[in-house]
Protein backbone atom coordinates (compact mmCIF):
# COMPACT_ATOMS: atom_id res chain seq x y z
CA UNK A 1 0.00 0.00 0.00
CA UNK A 2 1.44 3.66 -0.79
CA UNK A 3 1.92 6.25 1.78
CA UNK A 4 2.31 9.01 0.02
CA UNK A 5 1.79 10.14 -3.82
CA UNK A 6 5.13 10.89 -5.75
CA UNK A 7 5.37 13.62 -8.02
CA UNK A 8 6.85 12.44 -11.52
CA UNK A 9 9.94 14.48 -10.98
CA UNK A 10 10.78 12.08 -7.76
CA UNK A 11 12.44 9.72 -8.49
CA UNK A 12 11.07 6.59 -9.80
CA UNK A 13 12.42 4.23 -6.88
CA UNK A 14 12.14 6.20 -3.90
CA UNK A 15 8.70 5.26 -2.66
CA UNK A 16 7.75 1.59 -4.31
CA UNK A 17 4.32 0.10 -3.29
CA UNK A 18 6.16 -1.53 0.03
CA UNK A 19 7.20 1.45 1.40
CA UNK A 20 4.43 1.74 4.19
CA UNK A 21 6.95 3.96 6.30
CA UNK A 22 7.45 7.77 5.99
CA UNK A 23 10.27 9.63 7.96
CA UNK A 24 9.76 13.25 8.02
CA UNK A 25 12.30 15.41 9.67
CA UNK A 26 11.33 18.76 10.85
CA UNK A 27 12.57 21.63 12.29
CA UNK A 28 11.26 24.74 14.57
CA UNK A 29 9.73 26.54 11.69
CA UNK A 30 7.07 24.03 11.46
CA UNK A 31 5.29 22.68 7.89
CA UNK A 32 7.07 26.35 6.17
CA UNK A 33 10.35 24.51 6.15
CA UNK A 34 9.26 21.13 4.40
CA UNK A 35 9.15 19.86 1.21
CA UNK A 36 6.18 18.89 -1.37
CA UNK A 37 7.20 15.38 -0.63
CA UNK A 38 7.46 15.61 3.43
CA UNK A 39 4.18 17.19 3.38
CA UNK A 40 2.50 14.54 1.27
CA UNK A 41 3.95 12.33 3.69
CA UNK A 42 1.98 13.73 6.77
CA UNK A 43 -1.18 14.36 4.83
CA UNK A 44 -1.46 10.73 3.48
CA UNK A 45 -0.55 8.62 6.91
CA UNK A 46 -3.05 6.99 9.10
CA UNK A 47 -1.70 7.72 11.92
CA UNK A 48 1.82 10.15 12.79
CA UNK A 49 4.31 9.26 15.34
CA UNK A 50 6.42 11.87 17.02
CA UNK A 51 7.36 14.02 20.00
CA UNK A 52 4.35 15.97 21.47
CA UNK A 53 6.72 18.99 20.01
CA UNK A 54 6.68 17.28 16.45
CA UNK A 55 3.12 16.50 16.41
CA UNK A 56 2.06 20.29 17.40
CA UNK A 57 4.42 21.26 14.42
CA UNK A 58 3.21 19.47 12.03
CA UNK A 59 -0.14 20.10 13.30
CA UNK A 60 -1.64 21.45 10.28
CA UNK A 61 -0.90 18.70 7.71
CA UNK A 62 -1.78 15.96 10.20
CA UNK A 63 -5.05 14.00 9.08
CA UNK A 64 -5.03 11.23 10.78
CA UNK A 65 -4.18 9.68 14.17
CA UNK A 66 -1.50 11.42 16.14
CA UNK A 67 0.45 9.30 18.06
CA UNK A 68 2.84 10.64 20.85
CA UNK A 69 6.11 8.40 21.59
CA UNK A 70 5.42 6.78 24.81
CA UNK A 71 7.36 7.25 28.07
CA UNK A 72 9.51 6.41 28.62
CA UNK A 73 10.69 5.88 25.23
CA UNK A 74 10.03 2.45 23.75
CA UNK A 75 13.32 1.58 21.45
CA UNK A 76 11.42 -1.74 20.38
CA UNK A 77 8.52 0.75 18.47
CA UNK A 78 6.47 -2.13 18.68
CA UNK A 79 3.04 0.16 18.33
CA UNK A 80 4.42 1.31 15.04
CA UNK A 81 5.44 -2.05 14.03
CA UNK A 82 1.91 -3.37 14.70
CA UNK A 83 1.27 -0.96 11.63
CA UNK A 84 3.81 -2.53 9.05
CA UNK A 85 1.56 -1.97 5.82
CA UNK A 86 -0.54 0.49 6.43
CA UNK A 87 0.67 4.06 5.58
CA UNK A 88 2.51 5.18 8.80
CA UNK A 89 4.87 8.63 9.16
CA UNK A 90 7.33 9.62 11.81
CA UNK A 91 8.16 12.75 12.69
CA UNK A 92 11.77 13.46 13.90
CA UNK A 93 13.88 16.97 14.25
CA UNK A 94 15.90 17.57 11.69
CA UNK A 95 18.17 14.56 10.31
CA UNK A 96 16.50 11.61 11.62
CA UNK A 97 19.55 9.92 10.61
CA UNK A 98 22.02 11.86 12.31
CA UNK A 99 21.65 11.29 15.86
CA UNK A 100 17.81 10.92 15.38
CA UNK A 101 15.61 8.36 15.38
CA UNK A 102 15.85 7.28 11.95
CA UNK A 103 19.04 5.31 13.26
CA UNK A 104 16.61 3.31 15.99
CA UNK A 105 14.05 2.34 13.40
CA UNK A 106 16.37 1.47 11.02
CA UNK A 107 17.06 -1.37 13.30
CA UNK A 108 13.76 -2.43 13.09
CA UNK A 109 12.71 -1.64 9.52
CA UNK A 110 14.75 -2.67 6.67
CA UNK A 111 15.64 0.32 4.32
CA UNK A 112 13.54 -0.67 1.80
CA UNK A 113 10.13 -0.47 3.64
CA UNK A 114 10.56 3.17 4.49
CA UNK A 115 11.01 6.58 2.78
CA UNK A 116 12.81 9.23 4.44
CA UNK A 117 13.19 13.52 3.75
CA UNK A 118 15.38 14.92 6.37
CA UNK A 119 15.63 18.52 7.36
CA UNK A 120 19.23 20.40 8.22
CA UNK A 121 20.52 19.16 11.40
CA UNK A 122 21.10 21.74 14.54
CA UNK A 123 24.16 20.88 13.66
CA UNK A 124 24.08 22.21 9.89
CA UNK A 125 22.37 25.27 11.06
CA UNK A 126 24.56 26.08 13.70
CA UNK A 127 27.64 25.80 10.99
CA UNK A 128 25.87 28.54 8.73
CA UNK A 129 24.68 30.70 11.92
CA UNK A 130 28.56 31.10 12.87
CA UNK A 131 30.05 30.56 9.59
CA UNK A 132 31.80 27.41 10.47
CA UNK A 133 33.14 24.89 7.99
CA UNK A 134 31.57 21.71 9.16
CA UNK A 135 33.24 19.08 7.80
CA UNK A 136 36.31 20.82 10.07
CA UNK A 137 34.69 20.63 13.14
CA UNK A 138 33.81 18.03 15.73
CA UNK A 139 30.34 17.14 15.92
CA UNK A 140 28.62 15.75 19.65
CA UNK A 141 25.31 14.82 20.98
CA UNK A 142 25.38 14.75 24.86
CA UNK A 143 21.35 14.47 24.24
CA UNK A 144 20.67 11.12 26.86
CA UNK A 145 24.08 10.52 26.85
CA UNK A 146 27.54 10.87 29.30
CA UNK A 147 28.63 14.36 29.36
CA UNK A 148 32.63 12.96 29.38
CA UNK A 149 32.38 11.73 25.89
CA UNK A 150 33.76 15.21 25.31
CA UNK A 151 36.75 14.95 27.25
CA UNK A 152 38.84 13.16 24.44
CA UNK A 153 37.79 15.86 21.88
CA UNK A 154 39.25 18.86 24.20
CA UNK A 155 42.10 20.20 22.08
CA UNK A 156 43.05 23.26 21.74
CA UNK A 157 42.42 25.33 18.98
CA UNK A 158 39.66 23.07 18.50
CA UNK A 159 36.19 23.88 17.24
CA UNK A 160 32.97 21.43 18.58
CA UNK A 161 29.20 21.50 17.95
CA UNK A 162 27.87 19.85 21.02
CA UNK A 163 24.27 18.67 21.01
CA UNK A 164 22.88 18.67 25.05
CA UNK A 165 19.78 17.25 26.55
CA UNK A 166 18.06 20.37 27.98
CA UNK A 167 18.72 23.90 29.34
CA UNK A 168 20.37 22.84 31.93
CA UNK A 169 23.30 20.79 29.63
CA UNK A 170 25.59 23.88 28.38
CA UNK A 171 25.51 25.19 32.61
CA UNK A 172 26.73 21.24 32.78
CA UNK A 173 29.15 21.59 29.95
CA UNK A 174 30.88 24.90 30.89
CA UNK A 175 31.59 23.50 34.76
CA UNK A 176 33.25 20.76 33.15
CA UNK A 177 35.14 23.16 31.07
CA UNK A 178 36.03 24.36 33.76
CA UNK A 179 37.21 21.30 35.70
CA UNK A 180 39.78 20.37 33.28
CA UNK A 181 41.33 23.53 32.73
CA UNK A 182 39.78 24.90 29.88
CA UNK A 183 37.53 27.68 31.75
CA UNK A 184 38.49 30.38 28.86
CA UNK A 185 36.89 28.66 25.89
CA UNK A 186 34.41 30.64 24.32
CA UNK A 187 30.71 28.64 24.28
CA UNK A 188 28.51 30.21 21.88
CA UNK A 189 24.58 28.77 23.02
CA UNK A 190 22.08 28.64 19.79
CA UNK A 191 18.79 28.19 21.32
CA UNK A 192 15.99 27.29 19.13
CA UNK A 193 17.30 27.19 15.93
CA UNK A 194 15.01 27.91 12.81
CA UNK A 195 11.99 28.80 15.06
CA UNK A 196 10.79 32.42 15.99
CA UNK A 197 12.77 32.34 19.13
CA UNK A 198 15.77 31.62 17.69
CA UNK A 199 18.68 33.45 20.07
CA UNK A 200 22.01 33.09 19.60
CA UNK A 201 24.60 34.03 22.47
CA UNK A 202 28.49 34.64 23.47
CA UNK A 203 30.17 33.74 27.00
CA UNK A 204 33.28 32.43 27.81
CA UNK A 205 33.15 29.05 30.19
CA UNK A 206 34.36 30.77 32.93
CA UNK A 207 31.48 33.40 32.78
CA UNK A 208 28.71 31.48 31.38
CA UNK A 209 24.80 32.35 32.80
CA UNK A 210 23.45 29.80 34.99
CA UNK A 211 19.98 29.79 33.46
CA UNK A 212 17.72 31.20 31.16
CA UNK A 213 18.70 29.29 28.55
CA UNK A 214 15.78 27.50 25.82
CA UNK A 215 16.07 23.63 26.37
CA UNK A 216 16.37 23.16 22.43
CA UNK A 217 20.05 24.28 22.17
CA UNK A 218 23.41 23.46 20.90
CA UNK A 219 26.79 25.17 21.97
CA UNK A 220 29.82 25.83 19.84
CA UNK A 221 32.85 25.40 21.68
CA UNK A 222 36.42 27.31 20.57
CA UNK A 223 38.97 25.32 22.90
CA UNK A 224 41.19 27.46 24.93
CA UNK A 225 43.30 25.69 27.35
CA UNK A 226 45.82 26.20 30.12
CA UNK A 227 48.95 24.92 30.80
CA UNK A 228 48.02 22.19 33.09
CA UNK A 229 44.82 21.22 30.93
CA UNK A 230 43.99 17.61 31.19
CA UNK A 231 44.42 16.75 27.10
CA UNK A 232 44.26 13.79 26.30
CA UNK A 233 46.80 13.12 22.89
CA UNK A 234 45.92 11.32 20.11
CA UNK A 235 48.55 8.15 20.49
CA UNK A 236 48.81 4.69 22.52
CA UNK A 237 50.92 5.17 25.99
CA UNK A 238 49.15 7.67 27.39
CA UNK A 239 50.59 9.46 30.70
CA UNK A 240 50.46 7.36 33.96
CA UNK A 241 50.08 9.96 35.80
CA UNK A 242 46.39 10.53 34.04
CA UNK A 243 45.43 7.68 35.55
CA UNK A 244 44.54 6.90 38.85
CA UNK A 245 45.98 3.58 40.25
CA UNK A 246 47.82 1.76 42.83
CA UNK A 247 51.02 0.52 40.87
CA UNK A 248 49.11 -2.23 39.13
CA UNK A 249 49.19 -0.43 35.90
CA UNK A 250 50.81 -1.52 32.30
CA UNK A 251 53.49 1.45 31.95
CA UNK A 252 53.26 3.39 29.38
CA UNK A 253 55.96 2.38 27.49
CA UNK A 254 54.92 -1.27 27.31
CA UNK A 255 51.42 -0.06 26.95
CA UNK A 256 52.02 1.70 23.37
CA UNK A 257 53.78 -1.25 21.98
CA UNK A 258 50.84 -3.41 23.31
CA UNK A 259 48.38 -1.66 21.83
CA UNK A 260 50.08 -1.73 18.30
CA UNK A 261 50.57 -5.44 18.81
CA UNK A 262 46.99 -5.43 19.55
CA UNK A 263 45.95 -3.71 16.32
CA UNK A 264 42.78 -1.75 16.47
CA UNK A 265 40.44 -2.01 13.61
CA UNK A 266 37.57 0.73 13.85
CA UNK A 267 33.87 -1.07 15.22
CA UNK A 268 35.76 -4.01 17.16
CA UNK A 269 35.32 -5.33 20.55
CA UNK A 270 38.55 -5.92 23.04
CA UNK A 271 38.49 -8.07 26.33
CA UNK A 272 41.06 -6.97 28.92
CA UNK A 273 41.32 -9.76 30.92
CA UNK A 274 43.14 -8.77 34.70
CA UNK A 275 42.19 -4.90 34.02
CA UNK A 276 43.73 -3.73 36.46
CA UNK A 277 43.33 0.12 36.20
CA UNK A 278 41.67 -0.27 32.68
CA UNK A 279 44.90 1.48 30.80
CA UNK A 280 44.51 -1.18 27.76
CA UNK A 281 40.42 -0.83 27.43
CA UNK A 282 40.50 2.72 27.93
CA UNK A 283 43.49 3.20 25.17
CA UNK A 284 41.66 0.66 23.01
CA UNK A 285 38.20 2.94 22.77
CA UNK A 286 39.91 6.42 22.70
CA UNK A 287 41.68 4.88 18.91
CA UNK A 288 38.11 5.29 17.78
CA UNK A 289 34.77 6.08 19.13
CA UNK A 290 33.48 2.89 17.26
CA UNK A 291 35.85 0.49 19.50
CA UNK A 292 34.38 -1.31 22.20
CA UNK A 293 36.10 -2.72 25.50
CA UNK A 294 35.19 -5.32 28.56
CA UNK A 295 37.50 -5.18 31.12
CA UNK A 296 37.95 -8.49 33.42
CA UNK A 297 39.13 -7.59 36.51
CA UNK A 298 38.41 -10.10 39.90
CA UNK A 299 39.37 -7.18 42.51
CA UNK A 300 36.67 -4.95 43.39
CA UNK A 301 38.70 -1.86 44.26
CA UNK A 302 40.72 -2.23 41.17
CA UNK A 303 37.52 -2.97 39.19
CA UNK A 304 36.00 0.78 40.86
CA UNK A 305 39.30 2.44 39.85
CA UNK A 306 39.04 1.02 36.72
CA UNK A 307 35.27 2.84 36.06
CA UNK A 308 36.51 5.83 37.37
CA UNK A 309 39.58 5.91 35.06
CA UNK A 310 37.24 5.16 32.22
CA UNK A 311 35.38 8.34 32.93
CA UNK A 312 38.02 10.65 33.14
CA UNK A 313 39.26 9.84 29.91
CA UNK A 314 35.74 10.00 27.78
CA UNK A 315 35.14 6.68 27.42
CA UNK A 316 32.08 5.66 29.70
CA UNK A 317 30.68 2.88 27.86
CA UNK A 318 33.76 0.64 28.97
CA UNK A 319 32.44 -2.15 30.82
CA UNK A 320 33.40 -3.59 33.27
CA UNK A 321 32.98 -7.12 34.95
CA UNK A 322 33.82 -8.05 38.16
CA UNK A 323 34.97 -11.78 38.60
CA UNK A 324 37.27 -14.17 38.47
CA UNK A 325 38.72 -15.91 35.20
CA UNK A 326 38.25 -17.86 33.47
CA UNK A 327 34.93 -18.32 34.92
CA UNK A 328 33.64 -14.69 34.12
CA UNK A 329 34.77 -15.59 30.54
CA UNK A 330 31.44 -15.72 29.02
CA UNK A 331 30.33 -12.77 27.45
CA UNK A 332 27.75 -13.99 24.65
CA UNK A 333 30.02 -11.31 21.93
CA UNK A 334 32.79 -13.10 21.11
CA UNK A 335 36.16 -10.69 20.96
CA UNK A 336 38.60 -9.33 17.99
CA UNK A 337 41.13 -8.93 19.91
CA UNK A 338 42.41 -10.60 23.88
CA UNK A 339 44.84 -9.19 26.04
CA UNK A 340 45.52 -10.68 29.20
CA UNK A 341 48.08 -9.01 31.89
CA UNK A 342 47.44 -10.03 35.48
CA UNK A 343 46.31 -13.31 36.32
CA UNK A 344 47.16 -14.78 33.21
CA UNK A 345 48.97 -17.88 34.56
CA UNK A 346 46.01 -18.81 36.71
CA UNK A 347 44.88 -22.34 35.40
CA UNK A 348 42.44 -22.14 32.59
CA UNK A 349 42.83 -18.43 31.60
CA UNK A 350 44.74 -18.89 28.53
CA UNK A 351 42.75 -21.59 27.22
CA UNK A 352 39.94 -19.76 27.55
CA UNK A 353 40.70 -17.08 26.06
CA UNK A 354 41.95 -18.89 22.90
CA UNK A 355 38.54 -20.54 23.07
CA UNK A 356 36.11 -17.76 22.88
CA UNK A 357 38.54 -15.30 20.52
CA UNK A 358 37.04 -15.05 16.95
CA UNK A 359 38.63 -16.12 14.55
CA UNK A 360 41.13 -14.37 12.84
CA UNK A 361 41.17 -12.25 16.06
CA UNK A 362 44.33 -11.42 17.89
CA UNK A 363 45.64 -12.68 21.75
CA UNK A 364 48.60 -9.81 23.30
CA UNK A 365 49.52 -11.26 26.57
CA UNK A 366 52.13 -10.09 28.49
CA UNK A 367 54.28 -11.71 31.12
CA UNK A 368 56.33 -10.28 34.01
CA UNK A 369 56.79 -13.20 36.15
CA UNK A 370 58.67 -16.36 35.62
CA UNK A 371 55.46 -18.51 36.07
CA UNK A 372 53.23 -16.18 33.53
CA UNK A 373 56.39 -16.55 31.10
CA UNK A 374 56.04 -20.23 31.23
CA UNK A 375 52.46 -20.46 30.61
CA UNK A 376 53.16 -18.02 27.10
CA UNK A 377 56.24 -20.24 25.95
CA UNK A 378 54.09 -23.43 26.07
CA UNK A 379 51.42 -21.43 24.21
CA UNK A 380 53.85 -20.33 21.49
CA UNK A 381 55.28 -23.98 21.30
CA UNK A 382 51.91 -25.26 21.27
CA UNK A 383 50.09 -22.65 18.72
CA UNK A 384 52.92 -20.66 17.00
CA UNK A 385 52.76 -16.51 17.07
CA UNK A 386 55.77 -14.70 18.11
CA UNK A 387 57.33 -14.21 21.47
CA UNK A 388 59.01 -10.87 22.13
CA UNK A 389 61.11 -9.27 25.26
CA UNK A 390 60.11 -5.99 26.29
CA UNK A 391 63.07 -4.29 28.70
CA UNK A 392 62.81 -0.07 29.39
CA UNK A 393 64.91 2.02 31.29
CA UNK A 394 64.89 5.34 32.82
CA UNK A 395 67.55 7.93 33.73
CA UNK A 396 67.31 8.52 37.75
CA UNK A 397 68.99 9.51 40.87
CA UNK A 398 72.13 7.87 41.73
CA UNK A 399 73.11 10.01 45.62
CA UNK A 400 74.05 13.03 43.33
CA UNK A 401 75.08 11.62 40.08
CA UNK A 402 72.46 9.92 37.82
CA UNK A 403 72.21 5.94 36.19
CA UNK A 404 70.30 3.96 34.53
CA UNK A 405 67.43 1.91 36.78
CA UNK A 406 65.82 -0.67 34.51
CA UNK A 407 62.04 -1.82 35.37
CA UNK A 408 61.27 -5.82 35.22
CA UNK A 409 61.38 -6.88 31.98
CA UNK A 410 58.05 -7.68 30.10
CA UNK A 411 57.60 -11.16 27.98
CA UNK A 412 54.75 -10.70 24.83
CA UNK A 413 53.46 -12.99 22.95
CA UNK A 414 51.25 -12.64 20.13
CA UNK A 415 49.21 -14.84 18.34
CA UNK A 416 46.20 -14.76 15.59
CA UNK A 417 43.65 -17.40 15.66
CA UNK A 418 43.38 -19.37 12.22
CA UNK A 419 40.09 -18.75 10.23
CA UNK A 420 38.70 -17.78 7.12
CA UNK A 421 38.76 -13.81 5.97
CA UNK A 422 36.21 -11.95 6.94
Same mark, same amino acid.
Given at each position: ?9 ? &? ?35 ? *? ?22 ? &? ?18 ? /? ?7 ? *? ?6 ? =? ?77 ? %? =????? #? ?56 ? @? ?11 ? @? @? ?35 ? /? ?11 ? &? ?17 ? &? ?7 ? #? ?6 ? /? ?24 ? /? ?23 ? #? ?6 ? %? ?11
Amino acid at each position: MECFKVPPES &PANHAPRRRWLSIVGIGEDGVAGLGENARLAIASAEV *VFGGRRHLQLAEPLIKGQAQAWPS &PFDASMNDLLALRGKPVCVL /ASGDPFFFG *VGVTLSRQ =VAPDEFASFPAPSAFSLAASRLGWALQKVETLSLHGRPDDLIRPLLHPGRRLLVLTSDGNGPKILAKLLCDLGFEDSNL %T =VLEAL #GGPGERIRAHTALGFPSSDIHDLNLVAVEIKARADARILPLTAGLDDDLYEHDGQITK @REIRAVTLSALAP @R @RGELLWDIGAGSGSIGIEWMLADPSMRAIAFEADPVR /AERALRNAQAFGV &PGLRIVHGKAPKVLDDPEK &PDAIFIGGG #GSAPGVLD /AAVEQLKPLGRLVANAVTSEMEAVLL /AAQARLGGSMVRLQVSRLGDVGTMH #GWRSAMPV %TQWIWTKPGENR
